[in-house]
T-cell receptor, first 122, second 112 residues
């Protein structure tokens, strides 16, 4: 059974760096075709994709976040860490990590964590 | 970036009646393997997005069979055969054909 859990601070100040951890089980980030990614939802707004890291270490980022993001994986701990620099009020929202699969026969992005609410305020 | 356009943005439905949501990508979502990389999600307040349909027409595990996905040309449709009260929320389509992964604006389904 696949599970994911997001953790990190609930409150950060403007200009600070946010670090979120996704701890997962039920799959391996060493398996071909597997990835872990992050999305977010600001209050009252649509879902927004942020970043994705593949089994082979390939990293992909949302270009709209202007190089503020970094994603890393620790396969021994089954964790993926997302770092976002220069936090702004507009970054307030709920952040979700998800299990990403892309192979020749299937492909999906499944968000099973509860999400973590991050508020940016001075 | 692939732009995902959903319609309608608001969908009032009587329980027991069918509902349909359209998603139109700005580019083809078909991969070299013939799959369309289009997922449908239901987002309820306080919950994570629930995967309903993947690869355009495959129902995710545990999703009721009243939900179905289809593709016609490059246009995608999510259909609910008989809407139930628990189906309220915001429905999103998402393309994973290429990064950046992009979502539609969302369609709010409400019960009349």
């Amino acid at each position: 059974q696949v599970t994911l859990k997001e953790s990190g601070p609930t409150l950060v100040k403007p200009t600070q760096t946010l670090t979120l951890t996704c701890t997962f089980s039920g799959f391996s980030l060493n398996t071909g075709g597997v990835g872990v990614g992050w999305i977010r939802q600001p209050p009252g707004k649509a879902l927004e994709w942020l970043a994705l890291i593949y089994w082979d270490g390939d990293e992909r980022y949302s270009p709209s976040l202007n190089n503020r993001l970094s994603i890393t994986k620790d396969t021994s701990e089954n964790q993926v860490v997302l770092t976002m620099t220069y936090m702004d009020l507009a970054d307030t929202g709920t952040y979700y990590c998800g299990h990403y699969v892309t192979t020749m026969t299937t492909g999906y992005f499944d968000f099973r964590g509860q999400g973590t609410l991050v508020t940016v305020s001075s | 970036d692939i732009v995902m356009t959903q319609s309608p943005l608001s969908l009032p439905v009587t329980p027991g009646e069918p509902a349909s949501i359209s998603c139109r990508p700005s580019e083809s979502l078909m991969g070299s393997n013939g799959h369309n990389y289009l997922d449908w999600y239901l987002k309820k307040p306080g919950q994570s997005p629930q995967l309903l349909i993947y690869l355009g027409s495959n129902r995710a595990s545990g999703v009721p069979d009243r939900f179905s996905g289809s593709v016609s040309g490059t246009d995608f449709t999510l259909k609910i055969s008989r809407v139930e009260a628990e189906d309220v929320g915001i429905y999103y389509c998402m393309q994973a054909r290429q990064t950046p992964i992009t979502f539609g604006q969302g369609t709010r389904l409400e019960i009349k």
